[in-house]
């Protein structure tokens, strides 16, 4: 199993980025996708998921309005629109896999992740 970010980068506040994630080794649609981020010192956040189970989109409070989570199935790629970035945003992005989540509680933690790629940082300048 593979998932590889790419796209991130230095950013001025207000402006937009788009970061995507390659995925191999796993059939795309059995799997629960989604975006965290971290800084050093604090666990992991969810930011965005989309459910193969139910079909959901769900956002953290804190980019709802700004970021937009979205997947190519045929392409196996998954992607995280970033507009209106803000200094706070700053974070290494990290994409994750869920197999069988079904419960929406779960959709932005961690641990109910089995994959994850190697993150890509994101620098947002004020």
């Known amino acids: 199993v593979q998932l590889v970010e790419s796209g991130g980068g230095l950013v001025q506040a207000g402006g937009s980025l788009r970061l995507s994630c390659e995925v191999s080794?796993?059939?795309?649609?059995?799997?629960?996708m989604a975006w965290f981020r971290q800084v050093p010192g604090k666990e992991r956040e969810g930011v965005a998921s989309i459910s193969n189970t139910d079909g959901t989109y769900t956002y953290a409070d804190s980019v709802k309005g700004r970021f937009t989570i979205s997947k190519d199935n045929e392409k196996k790629i998954l992607y995280l629109n970033i507009d209106n970035a803000e200094p706070e945003d700053t974070a290494v992005y990290y994409c994750?896999?869920?197999?069988?989540?079904?419960?929406?509680?779960?959709?932005?933690?961690?641990?109910?992740?089995?994959?994850w790629g190697q993150g890509t940082q994101v620098t947002v300048s004020s």
């Open positions: 080794g796993i059939t795309f649609d059995d799997y629960t």
């Open positions: 994750g896999a869920a197999f069988g989540l079904y419960s929406k509680t779960y959709y932005l933690t961690h641990w109910a992740y089995d994959h």
